[in-house]
């Protein structure tokens, strides 16, 4: 607060001052029978507590319709990890930090991508972990990246998402054209087929992933009948599969979601069509059995990751805890993409994109997935490859390949499964080298 002065038309010349003072104080010693004690000088006030911050994570990914179960899946990942650093009480900045997931159902529409993100910039949002598909996130991308929104997917696999030169944009999964050479191998080495199909679903998902898959088979000598195109939301298939039953095709490799490959490998079987069924990530999933029933028996199929029951055990128990069902596939994915954000800013001690952006790109971090690293596109180092077969319902592994190196799963689990830390996630990493710090720090990448 602060006085007013006296108008100087108003103030009282000094000796008459004194005068009514000393009047003042002969009256009030007159009046009472003892002095009264002065008053206590008030406290200082103490400072304040710094005042809590909340800062906005964006999710998105399809949350309807027929791969809902998976952008329901990428989000509880995202969930837990956000929860988890709440109750941990984080001080970033000097100022108490909520996090607060805002998720939004892209429906895995491509022309919702760049929606969605517009509306997370305009939430002023601190980063974005998503979106699920690759046709999605690579439109959405550009928005972040015009934004200066740093975003990590936990699922996008096409190599074009990372290829574009934005600083921003980052996964915590391995890339198609790793996945592709992975599936196609293992098909050669197991099953040695003479000639193969591949269809796709004609998204930049299927259609960039059956492309790899296309290219290794036939670098191997596979003869590979011509390509055949389906659609995402397909579910009759008699025509296409009528068409490859005449060719008699040895392998028959899918690139596309669950929702549509299901009913593709039950018409194929009640076609009778006996070449091995092999699907990517997409298709990797226990939903195949609900959709295909017995034919989903032995299917192969790839995910551009480790498998979910091989993340950290802390992670799986907490996940079990707060959700009552395990991780399908990417949850695991998705919480380090989280748990890296939050880590990034706890480097910076700064919640402000533009700020902990170098920190996310240098960062090294023992996640529910094992250790890590970005390179300079922003992909995950020394990513791993994982090979599945459905057996009697489920969905398991059989071999992790790395580095061109095919691993049992058993002997994965022994030796070389993730050595992620079982203390709270999300605690300051360790700073890459200097020499290896890859992204700008602003604008694009050259």
Known sequence: MSLSPVPHSKRIPGKRVLAIAASAALFALAGCGKQEEAPKPAEAPQAAAPAGVTVKIGHAAPLTGGIAHLGKDNENGVRLAIDEANARGLTIGGAKITFEMLSEDDEGKENKGPIIAQKFVDAKVAGVVGHLNSGVTIPASAVYAQAGIPMISGSATNPKLTEQGFNVTFRTVGRDDQQGPAVASYLVAEFKPKTAAVVDDATSYGEGLANEVEKALKAAGVTVLPREKGKADQNDWKAILTKLRGKKPDAIFYGGMDSSAGPLLKQGRELGIKAVFAFGDGACSEKMQELAGDAAEGLICSQAGIPAMASSKSFLEAHKA?????????????????????????????????????????????????????????????????????????????????????????????????AAAEAAPAAAPAAAPAAEAPKAAEGEKK
Not at 329 to 350: E, G, V
Not at 368 to 382: M, N
Not at 384 to 389: K, N, R
């Open 322 to 418: 707060k959700f009552n069902v395990d991780p399908i596939i990417y949850a695991p994915f998705t919480y380090d993409a989280t748990n890296l954000l939050i880590a990034a800013m706890q480097k910076a001690d700064s919640v402000d994109p533009a700020k902990y952006l170098p920190e996310l790109a240098k960062i090294q971090l023992d996640g529910a997935t094992g250790k890590i690293e970005f390179d300079a596109k922003g992909d995950r180092k020394d990513a791993e490859m994982t090979i599945f077969t459905m057996k009697t319902g489920k969905i398991e592994p059989l071999a992790i390949i790395k580095a061109g190196q095919s691993i049992k799963f058993e002997d994965f689990v022994k030796g070389a499964a993730p």
